[in-house]
């Protein structure tokens, strides 16, 4: 697997994770979604460096000019609820893209350590020789995003497949790694090196569609 990882370098992300996980500052919901937005976008403009191009012919009102547009047919899949504000932000810059949406969550059985991935709600275009984002703000033990590439197989293989996320935990990354094919591509924008017993990301942020859109009461 391809990972970039943008935690590595200084740039306008470092405030906008700073600011998501900040106590006080999560408290406007707003301001939070807003930034998950904006971390999308900074991550569709990275990850759009790695997709395929051709050139094209532009009639300006002065003349022509020759530039190169992206050439893939994208299809744009996140996990509600979660997801949506990430989903949003890279819509903002792959407006053409087709979209899917997947409900993802888990279950805890007797202990909270234990837990399934329930797939509830899909809704998604046929994905054949098409370019695959799979958006899930955090990338926690990696067992949400597989359950979903394994629910979009029955769609049609896509010819690429970018996974995108905020915040991710070193075991999610090895693991994600370890069960997506060799090419695929990781996009994130940190990396935590923990994860606590109920499977969350330490030091993290706590929920994130908890603090995007109020607090649920299934546990």
């Known amino acids: 697997m391809h990972i970039h990882n943008f935690s590595k370098e200084n740039s306008i992300l470092n ?6 996980r900040d106590v006080n500052i999560q ?22 460096k790695a ?9 300006t009102p002065l003349g022509i000019h020759n530039t190169s547009v992206f050439n893939d047919d994208i299809v744009l899949c996140s996990i509600l609820r979660a997801g949506v504000p990430l989903h949003n932000g ?5 407006d053409t893209a ?10 805890h059985k007797d202990t909270p350590e234990i837990f399934e991935i329930i797939v509830e709600y899909l809704a998604c275009p046929d994905l054949s020789n098409k370019t695959l984002i799979l ?3 955090m990338l926690a033990t990696g067992q949400s995003m597989l359950a979903t590439f394994k629910a979009l197989k029955p769609f049609g293989r896509p010819k690429a497949i970018h996974l995108v996320s905020v915040i991710g ?20 924008a940190t990396v935590d090196e923990t994860l606590n017993n109920k499977g969350y990301i330490v030091p993290g942020l706590g929920d994130a569609g908890d603090l995007s859109f109020g607090e649920k009461l299934q546990k």
């Not at 405030?15 to 998501?20: A, K, N, P």
């Not at 939070?32 to 937005?37: G, L, T, V």
């Not at 990354?173 to 094919?181: G, M, Q, R």
Request: aromatic share 14%; proline share 4%.
């Open 15 to 20: 405030t906008f994770i700073s600011e998501i």
């Open 169 to 188: 935990a070193q075991k999610g990354l090895d693991f994600v790694t370890n069960e997506f094919p060799e090419d695929t591509h990781l996009w994130i």
């Open 27 to 48: 408290k406007d919901r707003m301001r939070f979604r807003r930034n998950i937005e904006r971390i999308g976008e900074v991550l569709g403009y990275e990850m759009s």
């Open 98 to 107: 087709e979209n899917a949406f997947i409900s993802a969550y888990r279950h």
């Open 90 to 94: 890279l819509l903002n810059y792959f």
């Open 135 to 137: 958006a899930d703000p």
């Open 51 to 59: 997709l395929n191009y051709k050139p094209k012919k532009i009639t």
